[in-house]
């Protein structure tokens, strides 16, 4: 699925999203052949979320063993082609998987594991930022962000400890060995549920510090500038960046690296200016190749992208490389480096065997509905405390981003559990709502802007006529009470709603349940999907 600027029209590619009429792209010049422009190749990761190892349910997956191989092999090619070669990930590396979430702290062999790529420059994610343990590992003397001297790029977001400059560079500059020039910045959209010892800046505050004034001033001598950002390519953070940028250097090559919605998109932004971002957990990789002007006005010149499914054989035809030549040394070490930790946490110990397929996308009423397991089966077997329930209705809600992947048929491992449920989310409950608050604040929650607001945009690919949440299904009654149960995220969210509707009438506590939202899930595998 190769684009470039002599295409005439794009074919139509699953889940991916075109937000501005291509026409903005197509009118991008085209060089002269044989020209001395800078040539500049870029790879794009983003959300992660620790799959760093090959998908066992999908076929021909590649891992990061693989990807160090074609980075070893892009590298080459750029040479040849008197191009410089980057790789950009726009966060969120963490939680997602056994590897990186069944230690203690999360994260803690995912970040060893992406030392050894060579990132140019990485952004933070909201789940990255989002555990105060995970957040003192990163910032610790011989952690993740002093690995990178500078490259790990997080102009908005805080360390309370030394809370007067960023956890990371708020930009960076990088000069290739051609002596050709690109500023990069890395930004978080405007997240509220940070870790307790950081602090996230709305962007559009954090664009008024001293650091964006100096580094406008050094992108004058720069070919390009490029923002690494855990911000979806439609959130209004990007069009702030945007807008503070154009308003210092107007025509100067402009490239977003997105990411947060999971999603494949492209959005041209001005004829020099455009903004990507290549989904999810390493399903898909992004390349992308420019040139920019070397004389005359600054231009972004035969500007060509694709998205590159990640399995082994689509990697090896990126790399142009017969299949047998591919593999190297080092990404064959790392292979076995992730191999031996996966060992290590047990996570190859087998919970169950399901009997069928259940989806997270199926309709909540569906034979495979996972929603419908997991609301009507899950919860009341093993989450729902017995003793309360006798004396008030629980009523159970859950956002629809709560399991992250299906739930296969066949063996399910301890892996494959964190892969479905990795936040290890407590339970809280609003004891004692009314029946007709409670149906109001479900209500409140379907497409009441002004109910839910920006909060939304905490749950991925949510629409302002949709509901983030499905419920124990159950309409509640007029003057009946009812424990209205949920992950603690949620909890939040929902506190904020119910405080617009009825302010000063409810607050939630912690719920007298023995399991985590990861060791329900297991537990009722174990329990009910014997092999």
């Known amino acids: 699925n190769k684009n470039s600027t002599t295409m005439m029209s794009l074919h139509s590619v699953a889940l991916v999203v075109v937000l501005v009429a291509l026409s903005c792209v197509l009118s991008l010049p085209i060089s002269p052949i044989g020209s001395n422009n800078p040539k500049f190749s870029f790879v794009h990761l983003t959300d992660v979320h620790g799959h760093v190892l090959a998908n066992r349910h999908s076929e021909d997956s590649a891992d990061f063993g693989d990807l160090t191989s074609l980075l070893t092999h892009l590298s080459k090619q750029a040479a040849v082609n008197n191009s410089n070669l980057f790789l950009f990930d726009s966060g969120d590396l963490i939680e997602g998987t056994g590897l990186s979430d069944a230690t203690e702290v999360h994260g803690k062999y995912i ?49 309370i400890p030394d809370h007067s400059s960023s956890m990371g560079a708020p930009y960076e500059i990088i000069t290739t060995d051609s002596g050709h020039k690109i500023l990069a910045f890395g930004f978080l959209f405007d997240f509220d549920h940070n870790a307790d010892n950081t602090i996230v800046e709305a962007v559009d505050v954090s664009l008024k510090h001293p650091y964006f004034t100096q580094a ?6 720069a070919d390009a500038i490029v923002v690494t950002c855990h911000i979806d390519t439609d959130q209004v953070e990007l069009d702030q960046i945007y807008a503070a940028i154009r ?36 399903e898909n990789i992004g390349y992308i190749t420019f040139e920019t002007s070397k ?3 600054q231009r972004l010149l035969n500007l060509e992208w694709q998205w590159v499914n990640a399995t082994k054989t689509k990697l090896q035809n990126l790399a142009a490389v017969p299949a047998d030549q591919f593999e190297t040394e080092a990404g064959i070490e790392l292979r076995a480096t992730m191999n031996a930790y996966f060992s290590k946490l047990g996570l190859d110990e087998k919970e169950g065997c399901a ?3 259940y989806s997270p996308n199926a309709a909540f009423d569906a034979q ?10 899950v919860f009341p077997d093993v989450i729902m405390n017995h003793t309360l329930a006798a004396d008030t209705t629980p009523f159970f809600v859950s956002n629809l981003a709560t399991l992250r992947a299906p739930l296969y048929q066949g063996e399910v491992l301890f892996d494959d559990i964190f892969t479905i449920s990795p936040f290890k989310d407590e339970y809280h409950y609003f004891p004692s709502m009314e029946g007709a608050h409670l149906r109001a604040l479900m209500e409140a929650t379907k497409g009441d802007e002004l109910a839910l607001g920006r909060l939304r945009k905490r749950y991925l690919g949510v629409h302002r006529d949709q509901t983030p949440f499905c419920n124990t299904p159950i309409t509640p009654e007029d003057n009946t009470p009812y424990d209205l149960v949920c992950a603690d995220y949620d909890c939040i969210t929902l506190s904020q709603v119910l405080q617009k509707l009825y302010p000063d009438t409810y607050t939630f506590r912690e719920y007298p349940s023995s399991y985590t939202s990861t060791a329900a899930l297991r537990q009722w595998i174990r329990a009910n999907f014997e092999c």
């Open 111 to 159: 970040f060893e594991v992406a030392e050894s790529i060579p990132y140019t420059g990485l952004s933070i994610g909201n789940h990255d930022i989002g555990h105060a343990s995970t957040t003192e590992l990163m910032m610790s003397t011989n952690g993740f962000v002093k690995h990178w001297k500078g490259r790990y790029l997080t102009a908005n977001s805080l360390y």
């Open 216 to 221: 406008m001033s050094e992108a004058a001598a």
């Open 247 to 282: 308003g210092a250097h107007p025509t100067i090559p402009l490239v977003f690296f997105n990411g947060h919605a999971h999603q494949l998109k492209f959005r041209p932004l001005d004829q020099n200016s455009f903004a990507i971002e290549s989904g999810k957990y390493f």
């Open 295 to 297: 004389e005359g006005p």
């Open 355 to 357: 009997p069928q397929t």
């Open 368 to 377: 495979d509905s996972f929603y419908g397991l997991y609301v009507n089966r």
